[in-house]
């Protein structure tokens, strides 16, 4: 396969409408049942899962893949092997492990493994692998480095897209016309949510005549706020007060369990500030910050490998790269839950608008982080 280089480089209104208005943003993708019928799978088939650093309980993609596996397992009636990386140094021996434990079929979580996983398929041919939010293409030359790997990547600027204007127009009803971000790990995974969400809030100027900054990130520099990776800990904790004292009301967290860090600095700080979740929906996956979640960009990650152990087990494997999209359910916006009541009148339909505009391919979401 190849890759470019582009790719690789980095009317109705009310409670009712919404819901109709975001009818394809508002369902959570562990609703979305693929569209596969589990197949009779081979004797020796064996699907075997590896986290990044965050652990399966990370209420973001780790734990999306695990239970995207586990209904695959589940329909399949079949054991697999899900091995949890703690650090960057357990890539290597768990993938040697799960070869060792006889997997037929390997997925990878996260850009981070992109290296051992591309040396583990190198040395075992006879292996599936695919891997999540890469190209596995470490060596930059347009092409995944073996020819045993399927890329799961997922194009989350156009849901950001809509994410950011849904936070300017939050904060804009406010008064405050400041919104922010804060990421684990400058990667384009991440960074791909920061570029469609500062999108999405220019967008909102434009329409609205808007003064709403965005701090935390510049899309045209690719320079923002960090934490340098993606744990729970105090370094994120002022990463996001770092952000918050820009006078914020509406922060973006991404990079899963950081999302914690986040809540605990506006809890600490007693501030009227709201959170938008990353890759689940977070005020269902999390109900401990319900309340301050406003709404969530979403990855369909589970449905990503579910359909693949399928497509694997049934002996269809192939290794054309999927690519998450707003028209494919891919990527969507979540539901507002709590905040519905509050949001500003015509939001909802202006949400829906856009998105079938970038569907349409009438707005265009450029980010040099999308797949």
Not at 131 to 150: E, M
Not at 174 to 182: A, I, S, Y
Not at 263 to 280: E, P, Q, S, T, Y
Not at 321 to 340: A, I, M, Q, R, W
Request: proline fraction near 4%; include cysteine; hydrophobic fraction near 40%.
């Amino acid at each position: 396969m190849t890759i470019s280089t582009t790719k690789k480089v980095l009317g109705a209104t009310g409670a009712a409408a919404l819901l109709v208005a975001l009818a394809g943003c508002g369902t959570a993708p562990e609703e979305n049942t693929g569209g596969n019928a589990a197949p009779e799978p081979a004797d020796d088939f064996k699907p075997c899962l590896i986290s990044d650093e965050g652990g399966w309980n990370d209420r973001s993609f780790n734990q999306s893949a695990k239970e995207g596996m586990d209904r695959a397992l589940e329909e399949l009636g079949i054991e697999g092997i899900e091995m949890e990386s703690t650090s960057p140094n357990d890539y290597a021996p768990n993938l040697e492990t799960l070869v060792s434990e006889g997997c037929s079929f390997i997925v990878s979580v996260g850009f981070n493994l992109s290296a051992a996983t591309v040396e583990s398929a190198l040395a075992n041919p006879e292996i599936d692998y695919a891997i999540i939010d890469d190209w596995a293409d470490n060596d930059f030359d347009g092409a995944t480095d073996a020819p045993n790997i399927k890329p799961l990547v997922f194009d989350t600027a156009q849901a950001s897209y809509l994410g950011g204007y849904a936070a300017a127009a939050w904060s804009a009803q406010n008064d405050v016309n400041k919104v922010g971000t804060f990421g684990g790990m400058q990667i384009p995974s991440v960074a791909v949510f920061m570029d469609g969400f500062e999108q999405g809030v220019d967008k909102y100027n434009e329409d609205k005549s808007g003064s709403v900054q965005v701090f935390g990130w510049d899309t045209a520099a690719q320079e923002g706020a960090f934490t340098g990776g993606f744990a729970a800990n105090d370094t994120a904790k002022q990463t996001a007060q770092g952000v918050l004292d820009q006078g914020v009301d509406v922060i973006l967290p991404v990079g899963g369990p950081i999302y914690q860090s986040a809540a605990a600095a506006i809890a600490d700080g007693g501030l009227d500030v709201v959170m938008l979740g990353v890759d689940k929906d977070l005020a269902v996956a999390d109900e401990s910050v319900t309340d301050v979640t406003l709404v969530s960009i979403m990855k369909a990650i589970d449905v990503a490998v579910y359909d693949a152990t399928l497509e694997a087990a049934g002996g269809d494997f192939d290794v054309e790269p999927y690519v998450g999209t707003l028209e494919n359910e891919g990527v969507k916006l979540s539901g507002f839950h709590d905040f519905e009541s509050e949001l500003p009148e015509g939001l909802a339909d202006e949400l829906a608008a856009l998105q079938e505009q970038i569907i349409a391919g009438d707005i265009t979401v450029e980010s040099p982080n999308s797949p």
